[in-house]
């Protein structure tokens, strides 16, 4: 038996604990983050370099703290202090504004008659509202399918992390589909939200001195202000 990372608790393999980029982490306290994997294939199992201890109990921690906070399957999105929670991020949380940009991710599937599809955990709901699906079993007719539906967010400091709403092949006529397509949907307009208000913010920023001598500068070199009108200029907005 191994000790849960997290809790601390001990847990038999497979049955009770999942494998992590730097150890095991215990069925409870993926449940405890919204990400139930009781029961599901290893196949639709997230990767262990997806998540770390770490990442998970400042995660859990966040959700206990920040109750106002809204959550999207691994995001937890701060209004009031502007920030955003990654439960793949070890150890770094991220403001708005070193959001740069977002790419919803959708992989689609055709399915063929008698081939093994989900309707999600056999069929377990990670987040609740707010959460994702892992696919399991359950073979019916062809149908349409997705074998991924998720977010990713980058940051300013080159790092890239996902809101990953289904796991393994869901079907898309399902309420399970439906509902993290809807999750989905939202965390996407509101990145797209939080990136507007940052361009809004940079494009009405006062210039610096440099950026006004800058463009003084290209006007004289334009021949549009003369050498002596550079000049004044130049020293008024230098205050001198």
Known sequence: MKACLVCGKK????????????????H??????GINIVGVPIKNLPGENEFSSSGIARYRQNLSERSNAEQFAGFLMDD????????QSPDKDYSYSELLAYEPIETPENVSKNHSISHGIA??????????????ASGQNSYSAVSELSVMASFSDGKAYKAQFIYGSTKTNTPEYRKAKEQATALSLKLEGIINANKAKQSTAPSSDADEIRKLKQLADDGILTEDEFEAKKRQVLGI
């Not at 009031?80 to 439960?87: F, H, P």
């Not at 069929?123 to 399991?136: D, F, Y």
């Open 28 to 33: 409870k306290c993926f449940k405890d983050i």
């Open 123 to 136: 069929g377990a709901v990670i987040g609740g509202a707010a959460g994702a699906v892992v696919g399991a």
């Open 80 to 87: 009031t202090t502007s920030m955003i929670y990654a439960l």
């Open 11 to 26: 847990s038999t393999a497979f049955f009770g604990r999942h494998k992590v980029s730097d150890g095991f982490v215990c």
